[in-house]
């Protein structure tokens, strides 16, 4: 057995402060508090009744006067105290947090204790008991119980500054986990302001030794006995290797006490060169609760290294992480294309402190613009192009802005393309979603004329004999992205709520954006054009579910911050669907990832093109209009 696991050595005693080996003594001492509480209370109980014959007779006769059953007395007394101190739960006081709230209990505890215990004197016909020591004795005690609880409150505040630099310690952590990543965690976060207390794991083998000086209490199951024990203000999960639905399970144990919960990087982000002392919130992603998606890594490389790499809309979510997962692959030179400014400038910040050798082109673009997307093309010739470019929030686009929505999606798609097909792009790839699959909003619909113009291109090349393969991925909502319910959610919480929701029976289709991004890179290397790649992405995910979550993971209940729901908002469905009704779809060796096979209405696209290019500006209606001639299956919400 390692030093780190023996039960038996307990180097703290020698090695650390006066004040680390109290806090691990009272760490020893938290499992039995009560009978401790009780046994210094009786204690307090019994010099009390001293103080009290030392007050009355004074320094010469408080000790002479008495009479010789007065010993009795005292013990019955004290019994009577403690009996009385258990009904009203005085032990259950935590000490460390002693305040008014305290002294209001143990006023009406003494005054029950010295009531009763004066009458059982008098019943007694003790008459030699001065009655004014049965009268000062229970205001005594009382002061000296109040002044034993501030005493220790103010001795552990003093503790925990010198302990953790600060007196109000707001990091008092227990570990899930007794592993590697746990002592790991243990040397990191240590001089940062956290006190781990103790360690939490299932193996039995790891049941009463030390990791780092630190105690293992217990199983996982345990977290709520032993946060309480120990005045617990955050859970660590420390478990990287845990995936799917045992790491949603072992979060689930983690916010039982009803505290933060915070994790160590997972498994991937520890290969990405994260630090298991870099503990972070919990996100969403954590607990989708299904087996990460397994992908083609070497075929991956093959497609993307040494090639010249174009994503639009590179600053975006789906963009961004885009940029950051083909950096991993070597290509020769990644092209980024933003029409923001400021998300441009960030996603070149982060490229070149992450990937300082990989040569990067920063371009200011809008897709829509012909002559630019051309000349882009021409100069850079890129051979791989992913196409993120888009606006997909849903309500936005739906009031006032689906024009803009039309032609950023759909020309903006066809002139990529165009300009890919131009210059003889090997694969050209377009991100779709799930909402372009019976289309009830224009974000959706525009989406599902994108596909349209992705196949009718794909069908031209081929017709023509040239080598671009054009291919669209469609994947449901992702976690953390611009405009998702997640980014709001989290600032609700931090403003104490509440936490609004559609309504309680919506549900959606879920991925991170490391897995949207992946799958995207596997659809270009496996793509043979014409074809929509679908995720395979489990059962739907009901958003007042997400929202719960979330609450129970920040350490709230749902008592604190409530769920409002504020109904549907303009072309906003309840259920989304990753394949139209007619659709079918065909398995690729992937697991997950399948091909879905459309009926052919490519050709019909050019007539919307040519009406949007001839309409820049037009309203709504006629927008909508135009789309629903072409989506046959676009149902505009409301009748519109």
Not at 186 to 209: M, S
Request: charged share 20%; hydrophobic share 45%.
């Amino acid at each position: 057995m390692s030093d780190d696991l023996r039960p038996d050595r307990d180097p703290v005693a020698a090695t650390t402060p006066f004040w680390a080996r109290f806090d691990a003594l009272l760490t020893r001492l938290r499992p039995h508090r009560e009978v401790v509480a009780l046994a210094l209370d009786a204690l307090v109980v019994a010099i009390c009744w001293h103080i009290t014959y030392l007050f009355r007779l004074g320094f010469e006769r408080w000790h002479s006067a008495r009479p010789s059953y007065d010993f009795w007395v005292m013990l019955a007394l004290v019994a009577l105290y403690l009996a009385v101190f258990v009904i009203l739960r005085v032990p259950k006081g935590m000490w460390r947090f002693s305040g008014f709230g305290e002294v209001q209990r143990l006023t009406v505890a003494c005054a029950i204790a010295g009531l009763l215990g004066a009458v059982a004197v008098l019943m007694a016909q003790l008459v030699e008991v001065p009655r004014a020591v049965l009268g000062l004795h229970p205001v005594v005690c009382l002061m000296g119980l109040a002044m034993v609880r501030i005493a220790y409150r103010m001795v552990y505040e003093h503790m925990r500054a010198r302990t953790s630099g600060k007196a109000n310690d707001t990091h008092r952590a227990l570990v899930f986990g007794a592993g590697h990543a746990a002592r790991l965690l243990i040397a990191g976060i240590q001089h940062q302001g956290w006190t781990v207390v103790g360690l939490l794991d299932d193996d039995p083998a790891k049941q009463g030794v030390r990791v780092n000086n630190v105690p293992v209490l217990g199983k996982l199951d345990s977290a709520s006995y032993w946060a309480d024990l120990h005045g617990i203000s955050h859970i660590v999960v420390a478990i990287p290797s845990a995936i799917g639905s045992a790491r949603r399970r072992i979060f689930d144990q983690a916010a039982a006490p009803g505290l933060p919960v915070v994790t160590v990087p997972s498994a991937d982000e520890l290969r990405e060169g994260r630090r298991p002392s870099q503990v972070r919130d919990i996100e969403p992603d954590d607990l989708l609760g299904r087996e990460p998606v397994q992908l083609d890594e070497g075929g991956i490389s093959e497609s993307l290294s040494g090639k010249v790499v174009l994503i639009t809309g590179a600053g975006g979510s789906i963009g961004s992480e885009l940029c950051r997962q083909v950096a991993r692959y070597g290509p020769r030179r990644l092209v980024l294309y933003e029409l923001s400014e400021f998300a441009l400038y960030a996603i070149e910040q982060e490229l070149s402190l992450s990937h300082p050798h990989l040569p990067l082109v920063r371009l200011i673009g809008d897709v829509r613009d012909s002559a630019h997307i051309r000349a882009t093309f021409e100069r850079w010739q890129p051979q791989v192009v992913f196409h993120a470019a888009a606006y997909k929030h849903v309500p936005l686009m739906e009031e006032d802005n689906a024009c803009a929505a039309l032609r950023n999606n759909l020309i903006g798609t066809w002139r990529a393309a165009q300009a890919a097909a131009g210059t003889g792009v090997e694969r050209f790839v377009l991100i779709s979603t799930d909402k372009a699959v019976n289309p009830t909003n224009v974000m959706g619909a525009t989406k599902r004329a994108a596909e349209m113009v992705v196949a009718r291109q794909a069908a031209e090349v081929l017709a023509s004999g040239g080598n671009t393969r054009f291919m669209a991925v469609r994947f449901g909502n992702v976690l953390g992205s611009s405009g998702s319910v997640i980014p709001k959610f989290k600032e609700q919480i931090d403003r104490g709520g509440p936490i609004t929701v559609t309504h309680p029976e919506i549900t959606r289709f879920f991925m991170t954006i490391p897995e949207a991004a992946r799958l995207v890179l596997q659809a270009a290397a496996i793509g043979e054009g014409g074809q929509v790649f679908v995720l395979d992405m489990g059962e739907p995910v009901k958003i007042v579910d997400l929202a719960r979550d979330m609450i129970r993971m920040s350490g709230h209940s749902l008592d604190e911050i409530a769920i409002t729901f504020s109904g549907l908002r303009p072309g906003e469905k309840l259920y989304e669907e990753l394949l139209a009704d007619a659709d079918s779809t065909l398995p690729t060796r992937f697991k997950r990832l399948r091909i879905a096979s459309l009926d052919d209405r490519s050709k019909d696209v050019s007539q919307l093109i040519d009406w949007a290019v001839a309409h820049p500006v037009a309203s709504d209606a006629d927008v909508r209009h135009e789309l629903a001639k072409l989506v046959i299956e676009y149902r505009p919400a409301g009748g519109k």
